[in-house]
Nanobody
Framework: QVQLVESGGGLVQAGGSLRLSCAASGRTFSSYAMGWFRQAPGKEREFVAAISYSGGGLTFFANSVKGRFTISRDNAKNTVYLQMNSLKPEDTAVYYC?????????????????WGQGTQVTVSS
């Protein structure tokens, strides 16, 4: 089992950058594929990015963030990161990290068994 805690959210102007972190408990972090999702007010939770387990050699992104966001992991620190550049007002949402006991999680929230509490990202225009 793994517990997840996100941090790094905040208020930023359009065009700016933020880096979200997700710290995981447990000694088997590298065994989990990780993902980031987000949920804006009044909208359903949507996929943002995913990274494979172990060395994280596989990544994929939602089309809406491709080229602007990157995902990475540091297994020594039990942490996954979401670097967000060129932020837009439509990126405003609560961002959640999630873990899946598999090689690579997909873009469906049902594929992930563990979730953090979320961190708010607000992008002003």
């Amino acid at each position: 089992q793994v517990q997840l805690v996100e941090s790094g959210g905040g208020l930023v102007q359009a065009g700016g950058s933020l880096r979200l972190s997700c710290a995981a408990s447990g000694r088997t972090f590298s065994s989990y594929a990780m993902g980031w999702f987000r949920q804006a007010p009044g909208k359903e939770r949507e996929f943002v990015a995913a990274i494979s387990y172990s060395g994280g050699g596989l990544t994929f992104f939602a089309n809406s963030v491709k080229g602007r966001f990157t995902i990475s992991r540091d297994n020594a620190k039990n942490t996954v990161y979401l670097q967000m550049n060129s932020l837009k007002p439509e990126d405003t949402a609560v961002y959640y990290c999630a873990a899946a006991r598999r090689v690579l999680g997909g873009d469906k929230s049902s594929e992930y068994g563990y979730w953090g509490q979320g961190t708010q990202v607000t992008v002003s225009s």
